[in-house]
């Protein structure tokens, strides 16, 4: 007999897996399709770091959506983590955006301009800094104090979804997606290297994948993939007090497992171009990131040259034109619905984008974020391959 769901969910990342537990959790009826393991895309490979202040989130929806999102991990890590038995490492602490020059300290106050009516933080000078964490280093000119950030292990949380998911009575199944069946502009169904599945409701949430389905929708899906790298530590010193961040530097964070994670690699000015952007996903890990990667921490605490690499994470961001994800329906479709080119916010924004693609599935339209426009498929509708490098100007993860 043939196999049927309501809804198919393609790619069991972060964001594949948000979705299946939404709408599982809404009593749909879904099919969690993944063609190689939960995890086995960039999310598994990921900071998982859950900060509104970096440069990503503008002004605005995206601003908007970034901490509705946030607010869902509140109630949701803990309902994960008593569903499945799992600790996600989820941890709130306050945080520090570090600058350790002039452009850096401009760069921070000019986004506080617009962050500070809605997020607890405020400028602190070197001294103040060195008081709560006496280790950085002595170049450090001044910081952005704010009073909760959010980290969590990614990897973890992908498969405590896929598992949250399974118990609320969705099915995960591994199979690659090979095309759709459709009934003119109705999806019916896909294509899979078994058989096909037959469903009222397709999500496509394939990550740097998702561009394959262009050709099947005759629609532009315009992700690519934005590689990143990053590096676990053990630090034999005590665990940082805060989460910490630079522009130029990335991040540098205590996890609740003991490591130290460092990172990111990809896109930020002085990274090479052949480094992080490539035509397919990247799991290599490279010496020149290693490099880079170490010294970034060096410059920012010093004592970090006593830490021994445990290990290093390669994976590829998907990548959207102007970074923002993709996620709504399909045009032309009946049927057929985005959650996609999350760019380097795929963690933080995958609970609300469950949350989003559940509504419009299950009702037509979503409230969560009043004006969706700015995330629509159809920004897209006359793209033709863009500039995707102002999307990748800047990674703070
Ligand atoms: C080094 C690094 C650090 C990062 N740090 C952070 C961070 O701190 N915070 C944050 O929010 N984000 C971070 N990101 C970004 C984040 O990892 C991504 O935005 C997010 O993981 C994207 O999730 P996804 O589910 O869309 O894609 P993926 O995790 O790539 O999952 C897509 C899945 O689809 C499957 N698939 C593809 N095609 C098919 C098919 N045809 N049939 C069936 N299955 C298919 C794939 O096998 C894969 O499992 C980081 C990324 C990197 C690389």
Not at 157 to 165: I, K, Y
Not at 272 to 285: N, S, T, V
Not at 362 to 381: I, K, Q
Request: one cysteine or more; charged letters at 25%.
């Amino acid at each position: 007999m043939a196999e049927t769901a309501d809804v198919v969910v393609i790619g069991a990342g972060v964001v594949g897996c948000s979705v299946a537990y939404y709408l599982a959790r809404e009593d749909v009826n879904v099919i969690l399709l993944e063609r190689e393991a939960i995890g086995s895309g960039a999310s598994a490979h990921a900071t998982g770091s859950l900060s509104l202040l970096g440069a990503e989130f503008t002004a605005g929806a995206s601003f908007h959506m970034a901490r509705a999102s946030y607010a869902e991990f509140v109630q949701l890590v803990p309902e994960l983590e008593t569903a499945t038995g799992m600790d996600l490492l989820y941890q709130r602490r306050p945080s520090l955006r570090l600058a350790l020059d002039d452009e850096e300290a401009d760069l921070i106050k000019s986004l506080m301009v617009w962050q500070e009516p809605h997020v607890e933080m405020h400028w602190i000078d070197a001294q103040e800094v060195r008081s709560i964490e006496p280790r950085l280093s002595l170049n450090i000119i001044g910081a952005m104090y704010e009073d909760e950030s959010a980290q969590l292990d990614s990897y973890r949380f992908n498969l405590a979804l896929a598992r949250g998911a399974e118990l609320k009575g969705a099915s995960v199944l591994y199979r690659e997606v090979t095309g759709l069946v459709t009934d003119g502009p109705t999806v019916r169904g896909v294509k899979t290297a078994g058989e096909d599945i037959h469903c009222d409701a397709v999500v496509v949430a394939a990550g740097t994948w998702s561009r394959a389905f262009s050709s099947w929708l005759d629609f532009p899906v315009p992700v690519r993939p934005m590689k990143g790298e990053r590096l676990l530590l053990n630090y034999p010193g005590e665990p940082l007090p805060v989460l910490i961040s630079s522009p130029k530097r990335g991040h540098m964070i205590s996890r609740k497992d003991g490591l130290t994670s460092v990172g990111s690699t990809g896109g930020r000015d002085y990274d090479e171009k052949e480094l992080f952007l490539g035509e397919e996903f990247d799991r290599q890990p490279t010496e020149t990131a290693r490099l880079e990667l170490l010294q970034r921490a060096i410059d920012v605490l010093p004592d970090l040259e006593r830490a021994e690499l445990v290990q290093q994470l390669a994976g590829s961001r998907p990548l959207s034109p102007d970074s923002k994800p993709i996620i709504g329906p399909a045009p032309g479709w009946k049927g057929v619905h985005l959650a996609t080119g999350h760019t380097t916010k795929g963690i933080h924004l995958g609970p609300v984008t469950g949350r989003i693609i559940a509504d419009y599935i299950r009702r037509g339209s979503t409230d969560v974020v009043a004006d969706m426009s700015e995330f629509l498929p159809d920004r897209f509708a006359d793209f033709a391959d863009g500039d995707y490098l102002t999307a990748a100007r800047s990674v703070d993860e």
